[in-house]
């Protein structure tokens, strides 16, 4: 009896055989790809592991000018270069599967994963290998939650399988074809090549960003005063009114305040109490790691994914904020307390151990929480996320901060002022999760009818201020609560949108870019932008999941809507093409040409490659090359004028974007003519580059044959 086992990762795999067999044999296929051999229950196992996924979609027929018609694909054939590695995985999965007489699905439980496994036993197992494979569902990766999975495995999810299928060809319909409609305008409009993305979550995400930088912007600031009493004793009092737009309203409080005293008008004590905070998801983890340790949601969901395959946390793509008490807390317990720390914490535990839990469930996984194992080796970023999940864990069990209050209020010549404090009177759970600070502010000894002097009446002139900018964190949550995208691709999103240039900062900004590429497909195809529209389109999706809609009726609508959005770019091609090349252009402007032309940053397809160059190519053929991973400086060389560039490694080197600065400026500017170019006839120039002579076509950019100058002779010869 032969069974093989497909998990996700390398990392899953070895802990599934050691969990099913202590004495399972790693070995390797290739030299290359990890695999395990082990025999449990009288069944000879092979685990075999993918590289998340495998396969991907591609259009049938890549020359079509829309793909509509796709199939799956090993990764390997779609990306020859980056992808080539997946040869290997997928070579030895239909190595050890060949023949076996049952499989295991035993990929992460959701949808991606679900995904992964799916293409995995379809088409390298083959498609019979469907009708013998069962599925293990774990939220760790600890012993007893993996052997709990393999003895009580379920039959595949189809459902969850045409939602993963469904939500990819949707992607791909978006994603590709709009993205590819809107390079075709540019070059179409001004025949540049212009590298742009679009997409399903993408466009509406960057439209929500869009909204607000053009509140921000619009936004006129409104004079107010704060007037305030500085009392006896270091005692700070406001005047009631809060803020006041009245001017003379302002200035009457002053005049009839100053130089009188005060006296205690009311005193209320109240108590209150702050609950623990809720067992975490992964959007909670990710806000609270930004605001804690500024860690962008990217970085913190790559750690928890990270910290789960090693076996030290649950699966961290969930949306629950529930821990059902099969979790067996006491014993998750007992193993964190072989750390000094936590033991300190969980010895002060309640017999009774009740999480405090929030409303958002699922039901795939629990909340993120620690399974108990202790972390060997943990660089500082994955210790910090790691004792995050810990002590949120550990503090959702103890009982709610209990707090007292003291509200006075002060009456001076008949105006009021009012002063709070506020103090612990029992820390609770704040006393076990050091990520937040606690009150405990002494209260003044004052009573009602106390006389209190008065030291002096001020007041602060303010504006009001526009709305706040987004940072990564509170993105991701408006991103949820508007259901824009899945718990596991709002991170990616936001990265996606960073690397195209469309945002920037911490404090997220919009790029004229970005902003220009809203309003221009607002202008033209509103459906683009509309997360209504993406809503809707999510809803169902999950639909699939819920067997209350099919996969076929599903990307049937979404075809439509891309052919819908498509034509209306078709109609106005060129206006949007150029609309956005324009913005283009001044979103990359680095420095001004001798020649009084823009120099742009421009990206080159044929070298794959980014370089400067004028905006008034052709007449002026000013160009310089790019360092790999160069970035521009915010100050110009002193020499010349041009933008400083910071490249390399560790120290970074800081130079002048030209790298003949100081040199004879003719070589570059009016080169020698040399002959003529072998690939397209125009003249063959000597320049001076940055490590040395060499000959150059004048036709840079677009033809960009470069040789040695020792080469020459024989250039021209074979001409």
């Excluded at 609950?275 to 790691?289: C, D, H, I, M, R």
Aim: charged fraction near 30%; charge should be neutral; include cysteine.
């Amino acid at each position: 009896m032969h069974e093989v086992i497909i998990c996700e990762k390398p990392t899953s795999a070895q802990k599934i055989a050691q969990a099913l067999d202590s004495k399972a044999k790693m070995q390797k296929y290739n030299k290359k790809v990890k695999y395990w051999e082990l025999n449990h229950d009288g069944k000879d196992i092979t685990i075999v592991s993918a590289v998340g996924h495998l396969y991907s979609l591609t259009p049938d027929n890549p020359k079509d000018k829309v793909y509509f018609d796709l199939h799956w694909a090993p990764l390997y054939e779609i990306d020859k270069k980056s992808k080539a590695y997946t040869r290997d995985y997928v070579n030895a999965i239909k190595k050890f599967a060949k023949g076996a007489d049952s499989y295991i699905h035993a990929c992460d439980y959701d949808i991606e994963g679900t995904l992964i496994g799916y293409t995995a036993l379809k088409y390298a197992c083959g498609e019979d290998s469907l009708n013998k494979a069962s599925r293990m569902k774990f939220s760790t990766l600890t012993k007893k939650d993996l052997l709990d999975a393999y003895e009580n495995r379920i039959d595949i999810d189809m459902h969850q399988v045409d939602s993963g299928i469904a939500r990819h060809v949707l992607d791909y319909y978006f994603g590709v074809n709009i993205s590819k409609a809107l390079i075709s305008s540019v070059s179409k409009a001004k025949s540049r090549y212009l590298k742009l993305s679009a997409g399903r979550v993408q466009t509406p995400t960057l439209s929500i960003l869009v909204d607000r930088e053009k509140e921000i912007k619009d936004f006129v600031p409104e004079p107010f005063w704060i007037l305030k009493a500085l009392l006896e004793n270091d005692i700070v009092a406001e005047h009631v009114d809060g803020k006041i737009f009245d001017p003379e309203r302002a200035e009457e409080i002053l005049s009839k305040c100053r130089g009188k005293d005060g006296s205690v008008d009311k005193i209320k004590l109240s108590n209150s109490t702050t609950k623990p905070l809720v067992p975490f998801n992964l959007g909670g983890l990710q806000a609270e790691a930004y605001n804690v340790f500024n860690f962008s949601p990217k970085k913190t969901q790559t750690i928890a994914q990270n910290l789960y395959t090693a076996g030290y946390t649950s699966y961290p793509r969930t949306s629950s904020q529930k821990l059902p008490e099969s979790l067996d807390f006491k014993n998750i317990f007992n193993g964190l307390k072989n750390n000094k720390e936590f033991k300190v914490h969980i010895d002060q535990l309640p017999s009774k151990l009740k999480p405090n839990e929030g409303k958002k469930e699922d039901a795939a996984h629990p909340a993120i929480h620690p399974t108990g194992i202790l972390p060997d080796k943990l660089d500082k970023d994955e210790l910090k996320v790691y004792q995050l999940i810990v002590y949120r864990f550990i503090s959702v069990f103890f009982e709610a901060a209990k707090f007292e209050s003291m509200n006075t209020t002060v009456n001076i010549a008949d105006e009021l002022f009012s002063f709070k404090r506020r103090r612990v009177t029992h820390k609770g759970w704040m006393e076990h999760y050091p990520y937040r600070s606690i009150d405990n502010e002494e209260f003044p000894d004052v009573k009602e009818g106390d006389t209190i002097a008065v030291e002096d009446i001020i007041s602060e002139e303010k504006e009001t201020k526009p709305p706040a900018r987004y940072n990564q964190a509170s993105l991701i949550k408006e991103l949820e609560k508007r259901e824009l995208g899945t718990k596991a691709t709002r991170a990616d999103i936001i990265a996606k949108l960073e690397d195209r240039k469309y945002i920037s900062g911490t404090k997220i900004e919009v790029t004229q870019l970005g902003e220009n590429i809203i309003d221009t497909l607002k202008e033209y195809c509103a459906n683009l932008t509309s997360e209504e529209l993406t809503r809707e389109m999510e809803l169902k999706l999950e639909g699939i999941d819920e067997d209350k809609s099919s996969k076929e009726e599903v990307i049937d609508e979404g075809k439509k809507e891309v052919i819908t959005i498509l034509d209306d770019i078709g109609k106005h091609e060129k206006e949007i093409g150029s609309k956005l090349y324009d913005s283009y252009q001044e979103t990359n402007i680095v420095g001004k040409c001798s020649c009084g032309g823009n120099l742009i940053k421009r990206y080159s397809p044929k070298t794959k490659s980014h370089f400067v160059g004028c905006t008034n190519y052709p007449e002026c053929t000013v160009a310089y090359s790019l360092p790999k991973g160069a970035r521009f400086l915010k100050k110009t060389c002193e020499k010349c004028g041009l933008p400083m560039i910071s490249f390399g490694r560790k120290p970074p080197t800081h130079a002048c974007l030209d790298p003949n600065c100081g040199k004879d400026k003719t070589k570059t500017h009016n080169p020698e003519v040399v002959g003529k170019c072998p690939e397209c006839g125009k003249d063959l120039v000597k320049r001076s580059g940055r490590y040395g002579d060499f000959i150059g076509c004048k036709g840079f950019p677009k033809c960009r044959f470069t040789a040695s100058v020792d080469e020459l002779d024989s250039i021209l010869k074979n001409s």
